[in-house]
């Protein structure tokens, strides 16, 4: 059974650039949660998804951030129009059908943004 | 003020110490998250406690949640424990909050 996989595990980007970053949960699980660690400091939860829902979005940025996950494929955080700031590393956990985000959370190994 | 502070920030402990990490929160909460993070950044959920304790290995995590404190503890360390050790809740509004972090070293 494959863990969390989060591609790519590097994505340089141009400012104004888009930025696309998948996340395929572990067999089974229909929870996916985003999670963002900026240079220098801790963990921030994005958002928390179930399959075709967004169930908590309030800790997503209030423009140029989506996420999506789908009824088929992986889940998506997409940033539009990436600025300096948005370097950062992107992280996506998953969790078994059942009490969502008080599940144990699998981590992917993540996606380190750079924004040049 | 965090809602979830972590003590000590930094820990320096010989091979074989005992360890114990440290994690207060101000929220009422779900659930309790122990983490692990690895130099290259990695993150590994050690676990998960609503009340009790729980014990996986060399590794036990505690929580009182009347006093709203957890615990993470390590017995005889060893230097592949060295990372950073985060706390992170759930509260009952399904908001998670993280601790900034406790960076083990664990000298051979």
């Known amino acids: 059974n494959a863990g969390v996989m989060q591609n790519p595990r590097h994505l340089v980007r141009r400012r104004g650039q888009e930025a696309r970053l998948r996340c395929s949960p572990m067999?089974?699980?229909?929870?996916v949660y985003w999670y963002r660690q900026l240079p220098e400091e801790g963990l921030k939860f994005m958002v928390y998804?179930?399959?075709?829902?967004?169930?908590?979005e309030s800790g997503m940025p209030k423009e140029r951030f989506s996420a999506e996950f789908p009824k088929e494929g992986p889940s998506i955080l997409r940033i539009q129009q990436v600025v300096r700031g948005d370097s950062a590393a992107y992280f996506c956990?998953?969790?078994?059908?059942?009490?969502?985000?008080?599940?144990?959370?699998?981590f992917g190994a993540g996606t380190r943004l750079s924004v040049l | 003020k965090n809602e979830v502070e972590q003590s000590p920030q930094n820990l320096t402990a010989q091979e074989g110490e005992f360890i114990t990490i440290n994690c207060s929160y101000s929220?009422?909460?779900?659930?309790l998250h122990w983490l692990q993070q690895h130099p290259g950044g990695g993150i590994v959920s050690l676990f998960m406690?609503?009340?009790g304790k729980k014990k996986h290995g060399r590794l036990i995590a505690t929580i009182n949640i009347q006093e709203k404190h957890s615990s993470l503890h390590i017995t005889a360390s060893h230097p592949r424990d060295s990372a950073v050790y985060i706390c992170?809740?759930?509260?009952?509004?399904?908001?998670?909050?993280f601790g900034t972090g406790t960076s083990l070293t664990v000298i051979p």
């Open positions: 956990a998953s969790s078994p059908l059942g009490t969502g985000i008080e599940d144990i959370q699998y």
């Open positions: 998804l179930q399959k075709e829902n967004i169930i908590d």
């Open positions: 929220v009422g909460i779900s659930a």
């Open positions: 067999k089974g699980h229909s929870h």
């Open positions: 406690l609503s009340s």
């Open positions: 992170a809740v759930a509260n009952t509004g399904n908001q998670f909050y």
